[in-house]
């Protein structure tokens, strides 16, 4: 078969190109150290990595949320610990009021203890987060209770929170209301009251002197059902905060699993792409000496 003079440099020219072409590739993988930077060198990986990438700041935005809801609940925790101390103080001042060898003098000395306790418990309700917003703030109203000036107590608005988005499809309560804390205080006539209701009551009892034991009894149970009441409160925040735990390991797995994928269909093997690059130069360099000494043939010199 003959070869023209003209197909012989088109089909070297092309050889040459492609190599060049190449060489040209895998220098720009090597100091870009990504595979690609045009989506349509390859647009099955780009559709993957545009995939990883929305998933990975998805993910930033939900740490973001766990870290959060993290830490409204650790200060839920110890906030509630403070809680319950103050109401296991007032039920052992409860009990120390009954005694019958007490008169009314020790009495009114008791109501002034269980009173500075009910003004640490309305102080402890209203504690802010650190986002300067109630810790046991309600779906409505802007604090977590409000007090008259004749010191009684109301919860400052009903509802609980809206849960914080943590994973796809995964919400958690971050925070409690004070209705819910203090609140719901079932009574011996089938209603509910709630502790500050409870420690008042009992403080006018104790200030009015004479028998106390009946007002001693009702607020001895109305102090455990609000133990009992923050107790569980306490156990459901620490609840949610183990299921943030297994959230947090979860969605850092899957960060993981993620960054790996993305390097494999991005990042350049650098020492793959050199030792291709080399192998690529030495060949397009082969093939210029080549086509140079082959092109510099005369028939003259194919006559010698």
Do not use: C, H, W
């Amino acid at each position: 078969m003959q070869i023209g003079t003209s197909q012989f440099y088109d089909t070297g020219a092309s050889q040459l190109s492609k190599l060049s072409a190449k060489a040209d590739t895998l220098n720009t993988q090597i100091a870009s150290t990504k595979k690609f930077t045009d989506p349509s060198a390859d647009v099955v990986a780009y559709n993957r990595l545009s995939t990883i990438k929305q998933a990975t700041a998805d993910s930033k935005a939900y740490a973001s949320n766990v870290s959060m809801a993290t830490s409204l609940l650790q200060q839920s925790d110890s906030t509630l610990s403070a809680i319950g101390t103050q109401l296991q103080q007032a039920a052992e001042l409860t009990t120390r009021a009954a005694n019958g060898t007490l008169n009314d003098t020790d009495r009114k000395a008791i109501a002034i203890q269980l009173q500075s306790i009910r003004d640490d418990l309305v102080n402890l309700a209203g504690t802010k987060d650190a986002r300067g917003q109630p810790l046991f703030g309600a779906a409505t109203g802007t604090n977590a209770l409000t007090q008259a000036a004749d010191g009684t107590v109301s919860f400052g608005g009903t509802g609980e929170v809206s849960a914080i988005p943590i994973a796809d499809g995964t919400n958690i309560q971050a925070t409690d209301s004070a209705q819910r804390v203090f609140g719901n205080i079932p009574t011996s006539g089938g209603g509910t009251t709630d502790a500050f209701a409870v420690l008042a009551n009992f403080i006018s009892a104790l200030n009015a002197g004479g028998d106390i034991s009946s007002a001693a009894g009702t607020a001895a149970d109305g102090l455990k059902g609000a133990m009992t009441q923050v107790n569980a409160v306490q156990g459901s925040v620490g609840a949610r905060a183990a299921r943030l735990d297994i959230v947090s390991t979860q969605s850092t797995d899957a960060a993981s699993a993620r960054e790996l994928d993305r390097s494999a269909l991005e990042d350049t093997d650098l020492s793959s792409a050199i030792a291709e690059l080399q192998k690529t130069m030495t060949v397009l360099s082969a093939t210029q000496a080549s086509f140079t000494k082959l092109g510099s043939l005369s028939l003259f010199d194919y006559l010698k």
